[in-house]
């Protein structure tokens, strides 16, 4: 049993630890998204695993996610550097820096299966594209098929009359679609065949990239911070900021935009992005300091399942408390191409100001104050200044009274010794 006035003086130094924000870190926004829905969605969906250079034919084991229906099980997948495959043009990946080819060493089939819940609709896109095998206009031509893992449908793209895909070698096409699982497919597979190539030769064709198949890109950004608690002036704080892509399609073109506090400073040079220290000078990498702002440009694309990881230190200034932080996350829908941000949690740190270190005594004492006399002034007769007549300020009085004193014994001595003198003659 804890005695009542410990228990009060407990309560006080409670009252006054929440005064102080002495109480752990509180989130004071709310995280937009917390979280997100369960994600359908394809494993490597850019075709930026593995990373090559220039066209490159590997077994389907080295290419995370996709399979193959080929007799050999190869997978081609083209980097920067193609342009001596392709009549001298270089071809630019959709997104990121690779793509596939889907006529590898044959036409084939190129697939993923997803877990997928019977009645839920999925939208799915793709980029496609001709490969430039004569002078002139080359098209190639492909179908989406999606159905379970024995049976699968050519899908008709939205705004499309049939299920034939057919690009030119001058751009990528944009081709979307919906999809409706249906009772009892659990696991869907979405694919896409090959129908013809421009040059009728099997091995050559039908680029792909920038494939998603499922639900939209979701990114999650949570802070935290580190550093002294309450802080004082001159301290550093750390904040850390984790993006997370937890939808089922890439995200695009995601920048991070993280204000500095009021009432702290950046730290000069302490931006990180996954650990690579990042410059404060804009266009030299993926990040700056921007305005009053860090900013930071993740990887697009920033695929589903991947967390980018952004530090950055301030000083606190002790001109304002509580500092408070939250960091925002704009990017595109890889699936949709629709805008959308994700916002973090608020974390706030409060900054104290050291107090002096004086000392202040209470006192109970009972004093009996005596009623103030006032004294009036004299003034002696001769109008000479008149002195105090008691208490502490009359020290000086008293000097000049034993000093008057002093003369007027002086002058009566004078006075006796002349009296007591011969007269001259
Ligand atoms: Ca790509
Ligand atoms: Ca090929
Ligand atoms: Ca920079």
């Known amino acids: 049993m804890i005695p009542a006035r410990l228990r009060r003086t407990l309560g006080c130094a409670a009252a006054v630890t929440l005064a102080l924000g002495l109480a752990p870190n509180v989130a004071a926004a709310q995280q937009d998204p917390e979280k997100c829905p369960p994600p359908v969605g394809l494993t490597n969906s850019s075709f930026e695993q593995p990373d090559v250079r220039g066209p490159w034919l590997g077994p389907q084991s080295q290419v995370p996610g996709w399979s193959t229906t080929a007799s050999d099980k190869v997978i081609e997948i083209w980097g920067p550097g193609n342009a001596g495959?392709?009549?001298?043009?270089?071809v630019p990946a959709a997104t990121g820096d690779?793509?596939?080819?889907l006529n590898a060493t044959q036409a084939s089939t190129l697939y993923q299966d997803v877990a997928t819940t019977p009645g839920q609709t999925l939208r799915w896109r793709i980029s496609h594209r001709a490969r430039n095998v004569t002078a002139g206009v080359d098209q190639d031509t492909m179908n989406v098929l999606i159905g379970t893992p024995t049976q699968q449908h050519p899908q008709t793209p939205d705004g499309a009359s049939g299920p034939d895909i057919v690009d030119d070698d001058s751009a990528w096409g944009q081709w979307t679609g919906d999809y409706e699982v249906p009772a009892g497919q659990t696991t869907t597979r979405f694919g896409f065949q090959a129908v013809r190539s421009a040059s009728g030769n099997p091995t050559f064709g039908n680029f792909l990239d920038a494939i998603e198949f499922g639900t939209p890109a979701c990114l999650i950004t949570t802070k935290s911070v580190t550093g002294p608690n309450p802080a004082r002036a001159g301290d550093e704080l750390?904040?850390?900021?984790?993006?997370?892509?937890?939808?089922?399609?890439?995200?695009?073109?995601?920048?991070?935009?993280?204000?500095?506090?009021e009432g702290s400073s950046f730290v000069p040079a302490s931006l990180t992005l996954d650990g690579t220290a990042l410059t404060d000078d804009p266009a030299d990498d993926a990040g700056e300091l921007s305005g009053s702002a860090a900013t930071v440009r993740l990887p697009s694309p920033f695929e589903p399942g991947t967390t980018a990881t952004i530090t950055f230190k301030v000083t606190a200034t002790g001109d304002k408390t509580p500092l408070d932080n939250t960091a925002t996350t704009a990017y595109t829908d890889g699936l949709t191409r629709d805008k959308d941000k994700s916002t973090s949690n608020t974390v706030t740190n409060p900054v104290v100001t050291p107090t002096p270190t004086t000392t202040t005594t209470t006192t109970t004492t009972t004093t009996t104050v005596a009623p103030t006399t006032t004294v009036a002034p004299t003034t002696p007769a001769g109008g000479s200044t008149p002195l105090p007549s008691t208490g502490a300020s009359a020290g000086p009085g008293l000097v000049v009274a034993v000093l008057l004193l002093g003369l007027g014994a002086g002058l009566v001595c004078y006075a006796r010794l002349r009296r007591g003198r011969p007269r001259a003659r």
């Open 85 to 90: 495959a392709n009549r001298g043009l270089e």
């Open 98 to 101: 690779q793509f596939a080819e």
């Open 238 to 261: 750390t904040y850390t900021v984790a993006v997370t892509n937890s939808g089922g399609a890439a995200a695009l073109d995601a920048v991070l935009t993280d204000p500095i506090p």
